[in-house]
Structure formats: structure tokens, C-alpha cells
């Protein structure tokens, strides 16, 4: 499978736990994106990577949030101290760094996480 | 106002007929736009692409856009069951902003037999 891959699927934990996910973007492409969608609403963005650098963070990424991609290639996202309310599908997307206007992000499956 | 809004709420129509959805936007995500479709626990998925003005047709799925009104819309002919979902319209700048999409809440279509 050569789309974008994130893992786990599914998360529970209990409220105050760590939990860490991953993305393993589509090999190619050079820029990586955390989304984090609650229901009802459409994904919000969370940051970028553009190869191994960070280059912008949402301030919806409080100080409990991390995210690096060491090596240019997967990504890891985590959340310390969890709250209920970081219960949300947490979306990764994988883009060329150059394209045209239409040039389609691909989507991963998405973690779903409940905090307990 | 926010960069991306889609202010239908739940669309219900019948099976065979035309569904509308609409969607506005500001400067900030002017560059291209996109229209997902996103089925329940699932990840979004792509429908279309827009960044000229007018009109684009795939199939069932004509988008619209119209820059000077800042408006991009999805027509859904023949409408099917299948179409259920919530879509959702997102937009694109250009430059440093290449690749982040800005996201509206979505719109619930439901299409009944």
C-alpha cells in the first residue's frame, strides 16, 4: 500500500495518560500535515513539516502537544497529560512541496482517539 | 468571519434530484478549492478540484466557482443513497500556505429512495 499510513487506528486511554501516534506519508512527498477533526466539524489544521522542519504550528497546539518528523520521512504526534477534550479523529495528509493549484493532499485513515 | 463557511445545514433530498452545496471563503484561502467527502468514522475523501472560475464537471459532481463573489458550490446530479455523507468544502492559498487546507464545518446530505 502505497497511500499515507497512520497508526493506530483506534485509541482509549484514560484522562491524564500519553499517548503518541504516527504517520508514514506517501514516500514521495515532501510536506506532512496534522488535522484534528471533533464531530460536527470539518478538520481543523494543527501543523506542518516541511521535510524535517516544523514550519508553522495552529495555536489550537497547546504546550501538551508535540509533533516532530526526524528524518523527513514518518511523523510521530504526541499529546501529554490527555484531556477529554482531545477526543477527536486526529488526520494526517501528505502533499509534494511542488504542484499545481489542484494538486491533491491524500489523506490517512485517521486516528481515532477517546479519552476516558 | 471565518476563512471557510458552509452555511447549509442538513440537506435532504430524494433520490434522483439535484443536491446543491454551498460554500464561501475569504482572501486568505483564494487560491484553489477542493470538496471532500467524508463518510462516518471515516477519513475525508476527495470529489473534485476547483481554481478557475466557472464551472467543472466530473460525472455526476459539476463545482462551481465564482471569485468575484468568493463563492464555490457542488452539484450532485442523479443523486444516489450512496451520496450520503457530509461534505466538506476546503480551500488552498498559494506561496508558504501551499498544501494547508482550510476547512468548513460540513454539510449533512442525506439522500432518501
Request: aromatic share 10%.
Amino acid at each position: 500500500d502505497t497511500g499515507v499510513s497512520q497508526d493506530p487506528r483506534h485509541k482509549i486511554t484514560k484522562r491524564g495518560q500519553n499517548v503518541t501516534f504516527r504517520c508514514d506519508p506517501i514516500s514521495e512527498h515532501n510536506r506532512l500535515y496534522w488535522y484534528r477533526q471533533t464531530l460536527g466539524q470539518g478538520p481543523e489544521f494543527l501543523t506542518y513539516f516541511q521535510n524535517e522542519a516544523q514550519l508553522e504550528k495552529s495555536r489550537l497546539l497547546s504546550d501538551r502537544f508535540s509533533a516532530e518528523r526526524p528524518k523527513g520521512s514518518f511523523s510521530t504526534l504526541e499529546i501529554q497529560r490527555t484531556e477529554q477534550g482531545d477526543s477527536a479523529m486526529y488526520l494526517c495528509a501528505s502533499i509534494p512541496t511542488r504542484g499545481l493549484p489542484n494538486t491533491e493532499a491524500f489523506f490517512g485513515q485517521g486516528t481515532r482517539l477517546t479519552v476516558v | 468571519q471565518k476563512e471557510v463557511e458552509q452555511n447549509s445545514g442538513p440537506l435532504s433530498v430524494p433520490e434522483g434530484a439535484i443536491a446543491s452545496l454551498n460554500c464561501t471563503y475569504s482572501d486568505r484561502v483564494s487560491q484553489s478549492f477542493f470538496w471532500y467527502r467524508q463518510y462516518s468514522g471515516k477519513s475525508p475523501e476527495l470529489i473534485m478540484s476547483i481554481y478557475s472560475n466557472g464551472d467543472k464537471e466530473d460525472g455526476r459532481f459539476t463545482a462551481q466557482l465564482n471569485k468575484a463573489s468568493q463563492y464555490v458550490s457542488l452539484l450532485i446530479r442523479d443523486s444516489q443513497p450512496s451520496d450520503s455523507a457530509t461534505y466538506l468544502c476546503a480551500g488552498r492559498g498559494g506561496g508558504t500556505s501551499y498544501g494547508k487546507l482550510t476547512f468548513g464545518q460540513g454539510t449533512i446530505l442525506t439522500v432518501h429512495p
